[in-house]
């Protein structure tokens, strides 16, 4: 069964802070990773697709990675608007097409 | 660009009662999505529309659960009676599909809670 784990549940940082959340998933073949942020009371919020083992993309602060097991969103001297729940998700293969998603990091940056 | 629109933004109903969601997609988008995310979950689909048709609904309590997409834009997702346990926060998603995976937008969501 296709399945997304997403580590740390929440993660508290100073401002300035580097570090990485962890997204890892099980799915006989990868048609994409997503990376979406959700803010108290919205929708998520798209950051990034990422399709093959090695590729990276970056946005400000933000920068996605994949391997063939897992991505990591990696966040460099975070700063407190960065504060939000960050979802990870994968697209599955055949018929039934439907992003299935992990249960967030949730993630404080205090000033 | 206007992105996916939903209302209403919240509902208070009591069980029993009927509720309707209504959501317009981004112009120019053919796939439309229904999801639910309870609290502290991620989303979870419930049924996806190309165009009108409704492709996969396999997710979809269908004994209490409708929804429709007349003229391949606006929809509506139904719930008849509500119970308790169908308080959750309902996202419609739309995407402009091709042969590739296509990026899903989301709108704000519909906070519902039943009493």
């Known amino acids: 069964e296709d399945q997304v784990t997403q580590s740390p549940e929440a993660l508290r940082l100073q401002e300035g802070e580097s570090s990485s959340l962890n997204c890892s998933y099980t799915?006989?073949?990868?048609?994409?990773l997503f990376w979406y942020r959700q803010d108290p009371g919205k929708g998520p919020e798209f950051l990034f697709t990422?399709?093959?083992a090695g590729e990276e993309k970056e946005k400000e602060r933000l920068k996605a990675t994949l391997t063939k097991k897992e991505s990591f969103l990696h966040i460099t001297a975070p700063k407190p608007e960065d504060s939000a729940t960050y979802l990870c998700?994968?697209?599955?293969?055949?018929?039934?097409?439907?992003?299935?998603f992990g249960k967030g990091t949730k993630l404080t940056v205090n000033p | 660009e206007a992105g996916v629109v939903q209302s209403p933004r919240y509902k208070i109903i009591e069980k029993k009662q009927p509720v309707a969601f209504w959501c317009n997609p981004i112009?120019?988008?053919?796939?439309l999505y229904w999801y639910r995310q309870n609290l502290g979950q991620g989303p979870e689909l419930l049924i996806r529309y190309e165009n009108e048709e409704a492709v996969d609904d396999s997710q979809l309590p269908k004994d209490r659960f409708s929804a429709e997409r007349l003229k391949g834009v606006d929809s509506t997702l139904k719930i008849q009676p509500a119970e308790l346990g169908d308080s959750a926060v309902y996202l419609c998603a739309s995407s402009f599909r091709t042969s590739g995976s296509e990026t899903q937008y989301f709108g704000p969501g519909t906070r519902l809670l039943v009493l």
């Open positions: 799915v006989s073949g990868l048609r994409g």
């Open positions: 998700a994968h697209l599955t293969q055949g018929g039934s097409e439907k992003l299935v």
């Open positions: 112009s120019g988008h053919n796939t």
């Open positions: 990422l399709y093959s």
